[in-house]
């Protein structure tokens, strides 16, 4: 079974705080993905990454930054939280280029006061 | 117009119903499709994948593809408390990997 883990369930910052939310996956998948989910907005792709070092925007990467340093772990970096950057944080890894199923992990829910 | 379409729902349906979930999509370009279920507060999981039209199954879930009216469809027969739920449904397009996903149908079965 493809496990994907993040570091914590629930996150309270402040605004201007830098954040840092963390994915583990145990499959030696070589393509990681951040989506953040809103209600009545579904999910959108923040940033992905294909291999190690590389990363590739999604829709939505204004005021984000991502760090793949190792094959199994991908960061999502908040450089200065905003309250609008409340929201639920989903990571995903998938195994290549040309096999689609994504497999989540439980999703971090961070609220920025 | 959105590249995927989704009710949100809630629909609320008695125990043992047949559920229809469905998605539209925009673009002909999207070939394969993926049924997700998320339960509170936790990620999403793979529930059902296909890349042709037709019918696949797998046990009470049935998905269904016609890319000529750019629709797919899961059917959950024989419904139980269990499956409530939310249901995404997810696209995306051969050598691409921005899937592109619906906003979910939340769907309650009463006991």
């Known amino acids: 079974d493809v496990k994907v883990t993040q570091s914590s369930r629930y996150l309270v910052k402040r605004t201007g705080e830098k954040v840092f939310l963390e994915c583990v996956q145990d499959m030696d998948h070589e393509n990681m993905f951040w989506y953040r989910q809103d209600p009545g907005l579904g999910l959108r792709l923040i940033y992905f990454?294909?291999?190690?070092?590389?990363?590739e925007k999604g829709d939505i990467p204004e005021g984000y930054s991502v760090s793949r340093e190792k094959k199994e772990r991908f960061s999502l970096i908040l450089e200065s939280a905003s309250t609008n950057q409340t929201s639920m944080y989903l990571c995903a890894s998938s195994r290549d280029q040309r096999h689609y199923e994504q497999f989540f992990g439980p999703g971090t829910r961070l609220t920025v006061l | 117009q959105k590249e995927v379409e989704q009710d949100p729902g809630p629909l609320s349906v008695p125990e043992g119903a047949i559920v229809s979930l469905n998605c539209t999509y925009s673009?002909?370009?999207?070939?394969?499709f993926m049924w997700y279920r998320q339960y509170s507060r936790k990620g999403p999981e793979l529930l059902m994948y296909?890349?042709?039209?037709g019918n696949k199954e797998d046990g009470r879930f049935t998905a269904q593809v016609d890319k000529s009216s750019k629709y797919i469809s899961l059917f959950i027969r024989d419904s139980q408390p269990s499956d409530s739920a939310t249901y995404l449904c997810a696209i995306t397009r051969p050598g691409r990997n921005d899937m592109r996903f619906g906003a979910g149908t939340r769907l309650t079965v009463k006991p």
């Open positions: 296909t890349y042709s039209s």
């Open positions: 990454s294909y291999d190690v070092k590389m990363k």
């Open positions: 673009n002909s370009a999207f070939q394969y």
